[in-house]
């Protein structure tokens, strides 16, 4: 069997109506995958709420104003619908499969990954950041973090079987770090998503896939 994680896809934000509609907070750059009719989401919520443990099955997912929403099996009423706000959605992947959209990646699978520059090992990544421009590859290099846009540009190479990835990032971005003595790295290997927590309902977002974009840094396109 092949190896599972989970993916943070969603997250259910407010009441719609009074039908039990909710407005949901995509964090998939595939919902016309994720959200279809029968779908199942694990939730993560706090451990006081009568939904902790439980699963939701989507009924429909439609679009109002431009904003999602979402209808659940067993969600009638406006009342059972605030009883999910927050709730952070989850589903299962296959944690070696990959997006289907060329060059892209789950986030998931670049998180532990070496970082190379020039040839030389500088640190490895911890996590990816959604930004409005574009993602961010958080990295740790001599004991500190480092934000590098995850840009073609600057990340040209991601090599998930090497475990690693090559950037050329433009001058000053690592500069303060330089002279800094590097840490040896852990080997790496793509760390799976986190798994539901049970008092936490407003994790840090991560996006079901992520892509290098081909802009330079700033443009205001995304995966």
Known sequence: MPARTQLRVGRLSRAHGLKGAI???????????????????ALQVPTSSKWHGKSLELVELRVYNGSPVAFFKGVEDRTEAESLVKAVLWVEQDATELPAEPDAWYVHQLAGLEVHRDGERIGRVVRVDAMPGQDMLIIERAGEEVMVPFVKAIVPEVDLRAGRIVITPPPGLLEELEGDDVPEVAGASASDASAPGADDASAPEADDASAPDTAEPGADERA
């Open 23 to 41: 407005k949901v907070e995509l964090y998939t750059d595939d919902p016309g995958r994720r959200f279809v009719p029968g779908a199942r989401f």
